[in-house]
């Protein structure tokens, strides 16, 4: 595996000082490794970003630090919450005759007959898988090639990955499966589905009124109407006096 290589400067600034470093473009960091003492160090924030997108966590860099190259893995990046500015960056200094576990991405490749003819959906539930291997030896990534996925249930175990075993060991489960051609509707998305619409239904029937509701409203509704027209009616021989639109009786003789 090449080695990328990036310039480093030993670090004295430390603690909360950091921040001023970073205003000028720098990114605090430290070198740590088995039976090496940890040193600390700043990377120009221009240069790391395009050899991180190189190595990612698995490539090797070949960091000079005052004139002395280090073969380092990127351990862990330290990014801010919000403006997702690199905070910090852990160097972990390899052995290259050391074995070293890490974990690799896993890269879907290709087009799957059964998506392409709509006949199931992909499924990826293994994004990464984990090895061991002498760190010249790690690849980017491992391509997992889906074109003789055909037909529903055709499936592609972490086995079947094109891996040189002969020189590294692959410490996830063998039998895990990397991906899946399932079916487009599962019988979990039909049962809910049903589920969904008999609950549906039945908030429905319970909203709308049944006939006998329907005549009782009617019979209620005629029974208020008589008995407003009924008190317009039964109006009192006091209240008729009382009524300025009607004379008295003995005014009517005259």
Request: proline share 6%; charged share 35%.
């Amino acid at each position: 595996m090449e080695q990328i290589p990036l310039s480093a400067q030993k670090r004295t600034v430390l603690g909360k000082k950091v921040k001023t470093l970073r205003r000028e473009g720098l990114i605090p960091a430290h070198v740590f490794g088995h039976k090496i003492p940890t040193i600390h160090v700043q990377v120009k924030k221009t240069e790391f970003g395009p050899v991180f997108e190189k190595v990612g966590e698995t490539g090797i860099i070949s960091l000079d630090v005052d004139k002395e190259k280090r073969p380092v893995m990127v351990r862990n990046i330290q990014v801010h919450p919000v403006s997702d500015d690199l905070l910090h960056v852990d160097f972990y200094q390899v052995n290259l005759s050391e074995k070293v576990t890490v974990n690799v991405p896993v890269e879907v490749t290709g087009e799957a007959p059964a998506v392409e003819k709509k006949i199931g959906l992909l499924l990826t539930p293994v994004s990464e898988i984990e090895i061991e291997a002498l760190p010249a030896d790690i690849p980017e990534k491992v391509e997992v090639d889906i074109a003789k996925l055909a037909a529903i249930g055709d499936e592609i175990k972490v086995k079947d990955l094109p891996i040189d075993r002969s020189k590294i060991e692959v410490k996830t489960d063998e039998e895990l499966v990397v991906a899946q051609i399932g079916e487009l509707v599962t019988k979990e998305m039909e049962a809910v589905e049903a589920e969904m619409e008999a609950e549906a239904a039945a908030a429905q029937v319970e909203e709308a009124p049944t006939e006998g509701e329907e005549a009782k409203a009617e019979a209620g509704e005629g029974e208020e109407v008589a008995e407003a027209e009924g008190a317009e009616a039964a109006e009192t021989p006091q209240e008729a006096e009382k009524s300025p639109d009607k004379k008295p009786a003995e005014e009517n003789k005259k």
